[in-house]
């Protein structure tokens, strides 16, 4: 069921899916929020104009719609528990920086970003730094 932006995701029984779902096509349907997520990043660091451009390129799972995340949706991601912070279902997540599209309020020369080498979200880095990319649409 798709009302709006939102997605109200059903399992087989009728029961709200709130967990994470493998699309079985590089990527990972969140049932909570109903964001899709790119699986696994390329393993590339960019800077914070890099990240953006490379989102706006992605085609992945039959879609070409991918941006970088707010840093509120990076931030549904993170599962301190965890090393990587991340939950396992995202393979290949660097214990590092991930950038979000989030520019920094006082000035445009930062970005915020969430280390998932153990789930800490800072309030800015300055863009021209190489941080990882995990895409959302």
């Not at 920086?97 to 989030?102: A, F, I, K």
């Not at 970005?111 to 998932?116: D, E, S, T």
């Amino acid at each position: 069921v798709v009302t709006g932006s939102k997605r109200a995701i059903y399992d087989a029984t009728g029961e709200l899916l709130l967990g994470l779902l493998d699309n079985g096509e590089g990527t990972i349907l969140d049932g909570k929020t109903g964001l899709i997520w790119q699986q696994q990043d390329d393993g590339k660091e960019r800077n914070w104009e890099e990240a953006m451009a490379y989102a706006k390129r992605l085609a992945l799972g039959g879609h070409s719609d991918w941006r970088l995340p707010s840093i509120d949706e990076l931030k549904t991601l993170i599962v301190e528990s965890n090393r990587p912070a991340i939950d396992p279902i995202f393979t290949g997540t660097k214990s590092s920086y991930y950038w979000s599209s989030t520019t920094y309020a006082y000035g445009t020369f930062g970005a915020w970003y969430v280390g998932f080498y153990s789930g800490y979200v800072d309030s800015y880095d300055v863009k021209t730094y190489n941080h990882y990319v995990r895409c959302v649409r």
